[in-house]
């Protein structure tokens, strides 16, 4: 079983950059791929990035794509969600989970051991 906890998050202005991080107990953290997720007020937890096991591969939505990064270090059991040009349309509760799938999956319903969350806002 893998617990996460994501950390990071803070208020912003708009244009400015975040690193939010998500650490994981466990010793099987380099079995999994990874994903982050997030969440605005009144509205459903949406995809935002996904990364290999290994970290070779990403993908990500469009909305962040270009503007985003994720990457992980498997030797500390960290996946990290750099965010650049940060908009106000990026403020939300940011989570990580862990895939069922090796390959790249968007829906919330192939992730689990979900983290806490968190907040992400983005002042203009």
């Known amino acids: 079983q893998v617990q996460l906890v994501e950390s990071g998050g803070g208020l912003v202005q708009a244009g400015g950059s975040l690193r939010l991080s998500c650490a994981a107990s466990g010793r099987t953290f380099s079995s999994y791929a990874m994903g982050w997720f997030r969440q605005a007020p009144g509205k459903e937890r949406e995809f935002v990035a996904h990364i290999t096991r290994s970290g070779g591969s990403t993908y990500y939505a469009d909305s962040v794509k270009g503007r985003f990064t994720v990457s992980r270090d498997n030797a500390k059991n960290t996946v990290y969600l750099q965010m650049n040009s940060l908009k106000t349309e990026d403020t939300a509760v940011y989570y990580c989970?862990?895939?069922?799938?090796?390959?790249?999956?968007?829906?919330?319903?192939?992730?689990?051991?979900w983290g806490q969350g968190t907040q992400v806002t983005v002042s203009s």
């Open positions: 989970a862990v895939s069922r799938s090796w390959t790249v999956r968007t829906g919330k319903d192939e992730y689990d051991n």
